[in-house]
């Protein structure tokens, strides 16, 4: 199994679950269910590769205060190395809204008060250690972090959730590619909904840029992936009973990244992944309901699974009170 490291912010959430979104003025919503739990993109990606058994590590910054040490912690239930977390300041907060009716969340966040990890902060023979960097942004450090990766024979992957140019700029350094629909309909200004077919070409052009994996995910629709040797699928998702989307598409990016670990190829790992993602989604936040490996095998294979794990981790998050 190679060892995964990542480089992000890792972020505290308050996840409401109301029984709609309020819409006028004076509107208002009953709480259905709240829970604490850990966030951020790639941090949460780690809690899935942890999850489905595979070596991770975290790098960056994190609070010092109470919510950092919630995280450090949720980090370690996860199996996460946090030896070299920097941690500085307040953490990062969000209020996470989320309803059965819409299915989707809205997210109000404070960002946080700490002090930037830097080039100089990097552990270059630590990072040296492992075989995939994960990324969630296109800064000075993730450029250093991919350099370090490629110089000892590491891949280097990355969430592109949301389109911007430094994450353009940057796919010369980028092995596997992982965007959103929204990544996808900026770059090409077409609409998702169009049929699978007319990805392919599109993201052939992505891997002419760089990266020799493209993978995009479209929600409940499932993902696509194409290659830079031309193999090209799309992956329907999964039928299940949502309960809530948060951190879905950061959990696809950790089962996404476990399965290259453990050497799966490129299409097997994106249906891999759309399963991952699927059940995670019969949970509240984005930690809950991350599956483990037996389960996701099980739904893979007979559409069922023994959700013992997810009601323990269930009745865990919603027992803090912070």
């Known amino acids: 199994m190679k060892k995964i490291i990542a480089y992000g912010m890792p972020f505290m959430d308050f996840l409401v679950n109301i029984d709609h979104l309020p819409t006028g003025k004076n509107d208002g919503a009953r709480i259905r269910k709240t829970s604490w739990q850990g966030g951020g993109k790639v941090s949460t990606a780690l809690a899935a590769v942890g999850q489905l058994g595979g070596i991770s590590s975290m790098i960056g910054v994190i609070g010092a205060d109470s919510y950092g040490s919630f995280l450090i912690e949720d980090f370690k239930y996860y199996n996460v190395d946090t030896s070299h977390l920097i941690r500085d300041g307040s953490n990062g907060f969000s209020v996470v809204l989320s309803d059965p009716v819409t299915k989707g969340r809205n997210i109000l966040a404070r ?86 077919i007319h990805f392919k070409e599109n993201m052939k052009k992505v891997t002419e840029w760089g990266p020799s994996i493209v993978v995009f995910t479209f929600g409940e629709r499932g993902s696509a992936v194409y290659t830079k040797e031309g193999e090209f699928a799309y992956l329907p998702g999964f039928e299940v009973e949502t309960v809530d989307t948060v951190g879905a598409g950061d959990v696809y990016h950790g089962a996404y990244v476990y399965a290259l670990a453990a050497d799966y190829d490129p299409v097997r790992a994106a249906e891999f992944a759309n399963a991952v993602a699927a059940i995670k989604c019969t949970g509240i936040g984005g930690r809950a309901g991350i599956p483990d490996l037996s389960m996701t095998e099980s739904f893979l294979k007979t559409g069922k699974y023994d959700d013992t794990l997810l009601r323990e981790k269930d009745k865990r998050y919603e027992s803090f009170n912070l």
């Open 111 to 196: 960002s946080p008060k700490c002090r930037p990890y830097t080039v100089d902060d990097i552990d270059e023979e630590f990072v040296a250690s492992h075989d995939i960097l994960h990324l969630e942004n296109a800064n000075d450090v993730s450029r250093r972090l991919a350099d370090i990766m490629h110089e000892h024979g590491g891949i280097v992957s990355i969430d592109a959730d949301t389109y911007n140019e430094g994450i353009q700029n940057m796919l010369d350094r980028i092995d596997v590619f992982i965007g959103s629909e929204f990544y996808y309909n900026s770059l090409f200004g077409e609409d998702s909904s169009l049929q699978p």
